[in-house]
C-alpha cells in the first residue's frame, strides 16, 4: 500500500464519525416508507444551492425489478468509455455510502460529511418554510436526493445515472431532467403508494419521461407500453422498446454468471462475459446497452466492443444473487415481490445445481409476501421465517402463519432472531452434500445477511 493509500485510509477513519453523524441527521427526518407526493420543496433546496443538477447530464433509471442492476450496468459501461461518473440508487445494503457512487466507488466519509455541512443552511430554510405552511420538513429521501447532486457536481462528473427512489413523477430525483429515460421491467410493488393495476403503476412511472428525451424500455406488459407511449407521445421524445428496437439474442451459463449476445439499437454485440446470474440480468444488460447507445450517439452509433466487454465484465450488483458463503454455500438475493421471486427462481433452476434449498425469509408489511413464498415454494426444503431489521418488517409468527398454507406446516420454521435463522439454516446445509442457503424476502434482510457473513467470515 502507498502512502498516500494509507492517508486516504486514516482521513476515511477520521471522518467516519461526522458521516455517521450526518446519517443519523438524514435518518431524523420523515423515512422513505413515507414519500411525500410533491416536488417543490426538494427544487427550491437545489436552487438554493445554484441548481447542482444542471451541471451534468442525467441517464434516469425506473421501473419495479432490475432497475439498481440495470443502472450499474449503464455507469460501469460509461466508466468503460471513459467517463466520470456518478451513480445514484436506493436502498443500501450496509454502508449509506454505497448510494451515491462517485467513479465506481461508494462517495467516502470525508466527502459525504462536508457535502453534508455545506448544504445544511439551505436544507434549513426550505424546512423553516414547509413548517411554516404546515407541512412537513424535507424528508430522509428528498435531503438526501440534494446531498447526492451537490457531491456529483462537487466530485465533478461528466454524467449521472440516477435512479428513482421509488415512484416516478412524483419522486424526489425528478426535478432533474434526464436525457434519457430508462424503464426496466414494470410490474405490481408498492401498490399502496403507486395504484394497484399495471396502467395506475406505469403512468406514475412515466412522469420522468421529459420533453424531447428518449426513452429506452425493456418489455413490458400491454397495458404498461400504452401508458409508455402515450407519455412519449405528449413529450415529444422518443421510444425504444425490446425486443424490437434491441434484444437479448442468446445467453448461455456460464463459470461465475453467463455469456451473452445483444442485438443493440446500434450495433451488434457478442460473446460478451457477465459476471451475474439469471436471464433476467442478461435483458438488463441489453436495456443497459440500449441506453448508453442512446445516451452517447442518439442510438446511431454503435458501441466500442473491446469498452462494452470491459463495461460488463467487471459490472458488480451487490446483493442480487450474491455468493458470500460457501461451506456451506449461502446465496443473497434482493427479491421482495414475486415479479423478483420468480427471477430469482428461475435462476437458481437454470445456474445452480443444487438438490434442496433453504430461504431464510423476512418480508416487509407493504409486500405480497404470499406471492414471494408462492414463486419459492417449489424449490424450498425448509423456510426459516424470520424478520429483517426494518420497523416495517412483519413479525415472524405473523409471517409464519401466512408461509404455513402456502408451504405447509412442516417446511415452516420460526425465528424471532435473523442470526439464529441463518446459523441453523448453514447448519442444516452443511450435513448434506448439494444443499444451499438463500437469504431473501427484503433488501435489508440481505444487507444484514451480508454484514453478518463478512463478520463471521463465511467465505
Same mark, same amino acid.
Not at 234 to 253: D, G, I, K, R, W
Given at each position: 500500500?502507498?502512502?498516500?493509500?494509507?492517508?486516504?485510509?486514516?482521513?476515511? &477513519?477520521?471522518?467516519?464519525?461526522?458521516?455517521?453523524?450526518?446519517?443519523?441527521?438524514?435518518?431524523?427526518?420523515?423515512?422513505?416508507?413515507?414519500?411525500?407526493?410533491?416536488?417543490? !420543496? *426538494?427544487?427550491?433546496?437545489?436552487?438554493?444551492?445554484?441548481? !447542482?443538477?444542471?451541471?451534468?447530464?442525467?441517464?434516469?433509471?425506473?421501473?419495479?425489478?432490475?432497475?439498481?442492476?440495470?443502472?450499474?450496468?449503464?455507469?460501469?459501461?460509461?466508466?468503460?468509455?471513459?467517463?466520470?461518473?456518478?451513480?445514484?440508487?436506493?436502498?443500501?445494503?450496509?454502508?449509506?455510502?454505497?448510494?451515491?457512487?462517485?467513479?465506481?466507488?461508494?462517495?467516502?466519509?470525508?466527502?459525504?460529511?462536508?457535502?453534508?455541512?455545506?448544504?445544511?443552511?439551505?436544507?434549513?430554510?426550505?424546512?423553516?418554510?414547509?413548517?411554516?405552511?404546515?407541512?412537513?420538513?424535507?424528508?430522509?429521501?428528498?435531503?438526501?436526493?440534494?446531498?447526492?447532486?451537490?457531491?456529483?457536481?462537487?466530485?465533478?462528473?461528466?454524467?449521472?445515472?440516477?435512479?428513482?427512489?421509488?415512484?416516478?413523477?412524483?419522486?424526489? *430525483?425528478? &426535478?432533474?431532467?434526464?436525457?434519457?429515460?430508462?424503464?426496466?421491467?414494470?410490474?405490481?410493488?408498492?401498490?399502496?403508494?403507486?395504484?394497484?393495476?399495471?396502467?395506475?403503476?406505469?403512468?406514475?412511472?412515466?412522469?420522468?419521461?421529459?420533453?424531447?428525451?428518449?426513452?429506452?424500455s425493456a418489455q413490458q406488459l400491454p397495458e404498461a407500453v400504452t401508458q409508455l407511449e402515450e407519455a412519449a407521445e405528449l413529450s415529444e421524445a422518443t421510444l425504444a422498446f425490446e425486443p424490437?428496437?434491441?434484444?437479448? *439474442?442468446?445467453?448461455?451459463?456460464?463459470?461465475?454468471?453467463?455469456?451473452?449476445?445483444?442485438?443493440?439499437?446500434?450495433?451488434?454485440?457478442?460473446?460478451?462475459?457477465?459476471?451475474?446470474?439469471?436471464?433476467?440480468?442478461?435483458?438488463?444488460?441489453?436495456?443497459?446497452?440500449?441506453?448508453?447507445? *442512446?445516451?452517447?450517439?442518439?442510438?446511431?452509433?454503435?458501441?466500442?466492443?473491446?469498452?462494452?466487454?470491459?463495461?460488463?465484465?467487471?459490472?458488480?450488483?451487490?446483493?442480487?444473487l450474491q455468493l458470500v458463503g460457501i461451506e456451506p454455500t449461502v446465496l443473497v438475493d434482493a427479491a421482495h415481490n414475486p415479479h423478483g421471486a420468480a427471477s430469482l427462481a428461475a435462476a437458481?433452476?437454470?445456474?445452480?445445481?443444487?438438490?434442496?434449498?433453504?430461504?431464510?425469509?423476512?418480508?416487509?408489511?407493504?409486500?405480497?409476501?404470499?406471492?414471494?413464498?408462492?414463486?419459492?415454494?417449489?424449490?424450498?426444503?425448509?423456510?426459516?421465517?424470520?424478520?429483517?431489521?426494518?420497523?416495517?418488517?412483519?413479525?415472524?409468527?405473523?409471517?409464519?402463519?401466512?408461509?404455513?398454507?402456502?408451504?405447509?406446516?412442516?417446511?415452516?420454521?420460526?425465528y424471532d432472531s435473523f442470526e439464529e435463522a441463518v446459523d441453523e439454516a448453514r447448519e442444516w446445509a452443511v450435513h448434506a452434500p448439494r444443499r444451499a442457503v438463500v437469504v431473501t424476502g427484503?433488501?435489508?434482510?440481505?444487507?444484514?445477511?451480508?454484514?453478518?457473513?463478512?463478520?463471521?467470515?463465511?467465505?
Amino acid at each position: 500500500m502507498t502512502d498516500d493509500e494509507d492517508a486516504f485510509d486514516l482521513e476515511e &477513519v477520521e471522518y467516519r464519525a461526522a458521516a455517521d453523524a450526518a446519517y443519523q441527521a438524514l435518518l431524523d427526518r420523515m423515512g422513505e416508507s413515507q414519500p411525500q407526493p410533491r416536488l417543490e !420543496p *426538494t427544487r427550491k433546496a437545489a436552487e438554493l444551492l445554484g441548481d !447542482p443538477h444542471r451541471a451534468y447530464p442525467i441517464i434516469h433509471v425506473t421501473g419495479t425489478n432490475g432497475k439498481t442492476s440495470t443502472s450499474r450496468m449503464i455507469e460501469s459501461i460509461l466508466r468503460a468509455h471513459g467517463l466520470r461518473t456518478g451513480l445514484l440508487t436506493s436502498p443500501h445494503l450496509v454502508r449509506v455510502n454505497e448510494r451515491i457512487m462517485i467513479d465506481g466507488a461508494p462517495i467516502s466519509n470525508r466527502a459525504f460529511a462536508q457535502n453534508w455541512d455545506d448544504i445544511q443552511p439551505y436544507l434549513a430554510i426550505v424546512d423553516a418554510e414547509l413548517v411554516a405552511a404546515g407541512d412537513e420538513p424535507l424528508t430522509f429521501f428528498e435531503a438526501l436526493t440534494v446531498l447526492a447532486f451537490a457531491s456529483f457536481a462537487d466530485a465533478p462528473v461528466d454524467v449521472v445515472v440516477r435512479e428513482v427512489g421509488m415512484r416516478g413523477e412524483w419522486d424526489s *430525483t425528478n &426535478v432533474a431532467d434526464g436525457q434519457v429515460a430508462v424503464f426496466s421491467p414494470i410490474a405490481l410493488d408498492h401498490v399502496h403508494r403507486l395504484g394497484s393495476t399495471i396502467s395506475q403503476i406505469a403512468r406514475t412511472k412515466a412522469g420522468i419521461i421529459k420533453p424531447l428525451a428518449a426513452v429506452v424500455s425493456a418489455q413490458q406488459l400491454p397495458e404498461a407500453v400504452t401508458q409508455l407511449e402515450e407519455a412519449a407521445e405528449l413529450s415529444e421524445a422518443t421510444l425504444a422498446f425490446e425486443p424490437t428496437a434491441f434484444a437479448l *439474442t442468446s445467453s448461455a451459463v456460464a463459470v461465475g454468471g453467463q455469456q451473452v449476445s445483444i442485438r443493440g439499437i446500434a450495433g451488434q454485440y457478442d460473446d460478451l462475459f457477465l459476471p451475474l446470474y439469471g436471464d433476467h440480468q442478461g435483458h438488463n444488460a441489453a436495456l443497459a446497452v440500449a441506453a448508453v447507445e *442512446t445516451f452517447l450517439g442518439n442510438g446511431s452509433q454503435a458501441l466500442d466492443h473491446d469498452v462494452l466487454t470491459e463495461g460488463l465484465g467487471t459490472v458488480t450488483s451487490p446483493g442480487r444473487l450474491q455468493l458470500v458463503g460457501i461451506e456451506p454455500t449461502v446465496l443473497v438475493d434482493a427479491a421482495h415481490n414475486p415479479h423478483g421471486a420468480a427471477s430469482l427462481a428461475a435462476a437458481l433452476r437454470t445456474y445452480f445445481d443444487f438438490d434442496e434449498y433453504c430461504f431464510v425469509v423476512g418480508i416487509l408489511t407493504d409486500k405480497d409476501a404470499e406471492g414471494i413464498l408462492e414463486q419459492l415454494r417449489p424449490l424450498a426444503a425448509r423456510f426459516h421465517i424470520t424478520r429483517s431489521p426494518s420497523d416495517r418488517s412483519i413479525p415472524p409468527h405473523e409471517l409464519a402463519d401466512r408461509a404455513m398454507p402456502v408451504a405447509g406446516q412442516e417446511l415452516v420454521h420460526e425465528y424471532d432472531s435473523f442470526e439464529e435463522a441463518v446459523d441453523e439454516a448453514r447448519e442444516w446445509a452443511v450435513h448434506a452434500p448439494r444443499r444451499a442457503v438463500v437469504v431473501t424476502g427484503s433488501i435489508t434482510l440481505v444487507g444484514e445477511a451480508i454484514a453478518l457473513g463478512t463478520a463471521e467470515g463465511w467465505k
